[in-house]
Nanobody, 123 residues
Framework: QVRVVESGGGLVQPGGSLRLSCAAS????????IGWFRQAPGKEREGVSC????????YYAIAVKDRFSISRDIAENTVYLQMNSLKPEDTGIYYC????????????????WGQGTQVTVSS
């Protein structure tokens, strides 16, 4: 069974950092891409970052580029999202999701979703 579980959210001041983790089970990161999405209250879920399966290519939304960094540990079957220079507008529930092969910025192609982890950026 394809399953992903997020962790690492919390409350942080503007300018601070957090690292989110996405633990995968039932599949290998060699064959599945992992996307990070977020959803703020009253807004649609939006793509934040993604790492492809075979070549590990990274993708970022313009709003987070140069502040966020995605990486993966194949041995641990875990994907990380390092978030630096956090802003209040980064607040939301962060989800990771899995799909075969390549990244997509749309939510529909993803096969499995985690329960989400709350990130709150506030002073």
């Amino acid at each position: 069974q394809v399953r992903v579980v997020e962790s690492g959210g919390g409350l942080v001041q503007p300018g601070g950092s957090l690292r989110l983790s996405c633990a995968a089970s039932g599949f290998s990161l060699d064959y599945y891409a992992i996307g990070w999405f977020r959803q703020a209250p009253g807004k649609e879920r939006e793509g934040v970052s993604c790492i492809s399966s075979n070549d590990g290519r990274n993708y970022y939304a313009i709003a987070v580029k140069d502040r966020f960094s995605i990486s993966r540990d194949i041995a641990e079957n875990t994907v990380y999202l390092q978030m630096n220079s956090l802003k209040p507008e980064d607040t939301g529930i962060y989800y990771c999701a899995a799909k075969k092969d390549y990244c997509s910025g749309r939510t529909e192609p993803y096969d499995a979703w985690g329960q989400g982890t709350q990130v709150t950026v506030s002073s």
